[in-house]
């Protein structure tokens, strides 16, 4: 063999293990502008062949032709293999799984524990037929106590009861009966309710009100929800049943209701109304231990009601409330007791503190 055949040769297997070893299409590009670009000794090399003397030229140019042929083949089968595989790798790598479930979306917000509390108390009594009214959340002397037959000397018209609102003519007259006051309780709308329509009449009254108290079990705001139902022939039996009815909706089947007697200035008689513990059995839970809920008495308080005084129909007979013809029960809960006692919640001010991991609970 020649030097120059052996020249090619040598410079073939240099090509070959440059394009065995590139790893990506990329290096072998590389590889192949340096064994066969322009500038590369083997095409070089051939354009030398027309100088050499003619006993050389046609074996030098055969071998040359011959191995950069070899060559390209070379290239041409590496680079399919290798663009194969960057496909490959390509393909999985950007593959989607169209079978997988879309990311979740971002979760909405929801009802606050009042306001779910709110629309399941409601419930109860719309199926019972009652309205849902609203009313003032200022209000008056006149409609918060006067009209609830509240005598004057009763505490809670007392300032360190009862928000009065200044009015900018110097401390306010806690006994006009005009003088604004933030309502106290929802009972107001007892009266505005018959005002506005005569009776039969079957209301619940939901709404914020306001006190002057502030620890783990009372704000200076909260919600209530009144009830009034004025009709002919009713009787506590009436509001027994009604309690009772709405106590197994909210509380359970199980539940029983008890009126122990009480006092408010616009019912009479007047009730506060307890609901069987639906914690325990008697006082004691399952593993032998006083109640925590009911403090081992076996009920838990939830409202106040009673017949209404006829002298708060009095104050409305203008209106059709005649107390020898129709009379009635009003009741007013808490909202956020009710929660309180469906959810175990241990602190009021835990509803008002916006944390979202206790409203992410309910
Ligand atoms: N208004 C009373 C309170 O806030 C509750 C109540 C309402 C009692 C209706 C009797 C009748 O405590």
Redesign the pocket.
Known sequence: MSEMTERIAALERAAREAIDAAATTLELEDARVSHLGRRAPLPNLLRGVAELDPAQRAQVGRAANEARRALEEAIERRGGDLAQAELRARLIAEGVDVTLDADPLPAVGRLHLITQTRREIEDVFVALGYDVVEGPEVETVHYNFDALNHAPTHPSRLPTDTFYIDTGSGSPDIFAPDTPLLR????PM?VRAMEAQPPPIYVIVPGR?FRPDSDATHTPQFH?I??LAIDTDITLADLKGTLLTFARAIFGEQREVRLRPHF?P??EP?VEVDVSCFHCTGGVTPDGQRCPLCKGTAWIEI????MVDPNVLLAVSDHGYDPERVQGF???MGIERIAMLKHGVPDLRLLYDNDIRLLEQF
Do not use: I, K, N, R
């Open positions: 106290v309780h929802t009972s007892q009100v209530q009144e009830g408010f616009f019912t007047s409202l106040g009601s009673g009003a009741f007013g």
